[in-house]
């Protein structure tokens, strides 16, 4: 053997036996076809689990919200019609004393020594607790006599001429009007000045 020959057959001998070392190798890298599959049947397998337990969690928590408005809107409904129900508790409460004054005043006028002097009192107390709980409550009365007419509060129900007035100055107020928290209930009805 010459020694070429025996390089070639030494290096065919060498990648003889390189080649099964190789395959071993590239076994160990690439996984067979079959392998790979069921790795990404697994993978998309546990994708889709992942998918669905979230789906799933942002079910449950949409349902938890919606849940949540809805309570929110009821308990805000009820709030609201209880506004509305006993909107007029504190204003009511305010008055029972003026009923209980009214009562001890028909009482005091029935008896025998009552005196029309003792009935006016009782009459202009009771009037004065009325206008103070009014007040309280945002009601202002409106008596414009000697001012100025203004047609957003006052009602003119005539015009008379009169030399000592300036003209149109409210020389008669036939009724108050009244004002609830600075908006006009009731005008005042009213004489004034040609």
């Avoid at 890298?29 to 998309?44: G, K, L, N, T, W």
């Avoid at 607790?129 to 100025?148: H, T």
């Amino acid at each position: 053997m010459s020694p070429e020959q025996t390089n070639i057959e030494a290096g065919e001998d060498h990648s003889l036996a390189t080649e099964p070392d190789e395959q071993a190798q590239l076994e160990d890298v690439i996984p067979e076809a079959a392998e790979v599959e069921a790795d990404e049947e697994e993978s998309i397998e546990q994708q889709l689990e992942k998918a669905q337990e979230t789906i799933k969690d942002y079910w449950d928590q949409m349902m938890r919200l919606r849940a949540e408005i809805d309570n929110n809107r009821k308990r805000a409904e009820r709030d609201l019609e209880n506004a509305h129900k006993y909107a007029l508790k504190n204003f009511v409460e305010a008055l029972l004393p003026i009923v209980d004054s009214l009562e001890m005043g028909q009482t005091a006028a029935e008896a025998d020594n009552a005196t029309l002097v003792s009935i006016r009192e009782g009459s202009a107390l009771t009037m004065n607790m009325f206008i103070q709980v009014l007040e309280r409550n945002g009601l202002e009365q409106i008596d414009p006599l000697g001012e100025k007419f203004d047609p957003e509060k006052h009602q003119a129900m005539s015009m008379i001429e009169k030399e000592d007035a300036e003209t149109s100055t409210i020389i008669e107020v036939m009724q108050k009007g009244f004002l609830l928290n600075d908006r006009l209930v009731r005008p005042a009805m009213v004489v004034v000045a040609k």
